[in-house]
């Protein structure tokens, strides 16, 4: 018998076909006008992106690390200031705290939702203070597309005069007590790499805010910190715009991720039907609505279910591998007293499965059986 041919752990040309020449007749039109660089579609995506997250402003920009960055910029976060991160989550999450000169302190994530402990968050000020460190912000993550315990972050934040920085790559799309990610934090960073929830082709991103100042920051740190002309540089800033015609993708793109959104949610309930009786499945949070840019289950014998789902064509990935607080270049940061052991065995057990809104329900029930099968 031969191999069974694999499934597409995402497929972006499903959804390419289901949007039917839009994207390449949006492409067309700016090779037309020929602005490729903050041409209207720019400005276009901007006002539709806010309005979708219920946020005043949104900033384009070229990926999700420089809007992470952008942000701690504008708020003169830099040598001597501590930044609060989770240890699970993407680098960039702790490297945009690194790339301004500040000191990333770790902290811990919950065990069943996996975003940053809330109760660790006095810890990690204390230890920063104790170590002659400011601490300033902390960057909640809306990790596999759960909003993050955005309540406990914003109290314990409060106590502290931290600044919140929700890092919104993966959950942008999702909503908590009916309030969309985006709006959450003083400001929000997402990102749109192709395999986001809401992707381009290529790098974007963009940072969210209900603040008319720090988005006129922002909007001058992207191009070199202008100033009222371009020729006129009030601050150090970055050459960090958005793509013209990744903005008229993007366009064609939010026109259907509501509906994406409701398809991946329809994938994430059926997996977790068939698969809680033998896997730990995502947990949810009270009044939370995921944007599932991941499907992420807890299993012990990780390698056995995933030569086994290899075996059966069903692709899986492992998010992540190795916490940040031990990654080679950061375990000399700090991290918040305790350590970080739920990250260490998550690290271990967690194990994603092919989600994306056109996996049709065959190939649903190819994952399903290949999982089962191997537990
Ligand atoms: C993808 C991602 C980023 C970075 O976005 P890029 O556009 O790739 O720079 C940051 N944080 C998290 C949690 C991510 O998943």
């Not at 968050?121 to 315990?149: N, S, T, Y």
């Not at 381009?200 to 909007?219: F, P, Q, R, S």
């Not at 989600?355 to 190939?363: R, S, V």
Request: proline share 6%; glycine share 10%.
């Amino acid at each position: 018998m031969s191999e069974p041919s694999s499934i597409p752990f995402i497929d972006l040309q499903a959804q390419r076909a289901h949007l039917g020449g839009r994207v390449e007749a949006a492409i067309a039109r700016v090779l037309d006008h020929g602005q490729f660089i903050m041409g209207p579609e720019v400005a276009a995506f901007e006002k539709e992106l806010a309005a979708f997250a219920g946020a005043r402003h949104a900033v384009s920009c070229a990926n999700g690390t420089e809007a992470l960055v952008m942000a701690l910029m504008a708020w003169g976060i830099g040598p001597g200031d501590a930044v609060l991160v989770p240890s699970f989550s993407f680098i960039a999450t702790a490297e945009c705290a690194v790339l301004v000169g500040a000191t990333p302190v770790f902290v811990d994530v919950l065990p069943d939702t996996f975003d940053i402990d809330a109760a660790g968050l006095d810890g990690a000020v204390a230890a920063a203070q104790e170590m002659g460190l400011h601490p300033r912000a902390v960057i909640p993550v809306d990790l596999f597309g759960l909003p993050a315990d955005h309540a406990a972050v914003a109290a314990a934040a409060a106590r502290h005069g931290l600044l919140v920085l929700d890092d919104a790559a993966q959950g942008f799309g999702g909503s908590l007590n009916n309030r969309r990610v985006g709006a959450f934090g003083h400001a929000a960073a997402t990102s749109f790499f192709p395999a986001k929830p809401l992707g381009c082709y290529g790098d974007g991103g963009a940072v969210l805010t209900d603040d008319d100042d720090l988005a006129e920051l922002l909007k001058s740190i992207r191009v070199h910190g202008k100033g009222a002309d371009k020729y006129d540089n009030v601050r150090p800033g970055l050459n960090a715009r958005l793509d013209t015609l990744q903005a008229a993708v993007l366009l064609e793109k939010l026109a259907v991720f509501p509906e994406e959104l409701e398809a991946r949610q329809r994938v994430a309930e059926r997996y977790t039907a068939a698969l809680a009786d033998c896997a730990e499945t995502p947990a949810g949070r009270a009044g939370a609505r995921s944007a599932w840019a991941q499907y992420t289950i807890l299993v012990d014998d990780r390698e056995k279910v995933m030569a086994a789902c290899k075996a059966a064509g069903v692709p899986t990935q492992v998010y992540y591998p190795i916490p940040m607080h031990a990654q080679t270049g950061y375990a000399r940061y700090p991290q918040a007293p305790g350590g970080c052991p739920v990250s260490e065995s998550l690290a271990r057990r967690v194990l994603s499965l092919p989600m994306h809104p056109y996996l049709a329900a065959d190939d649903q029930d190819r994952v399903i059986a290949a999982v089962r099968g191997a537990l």
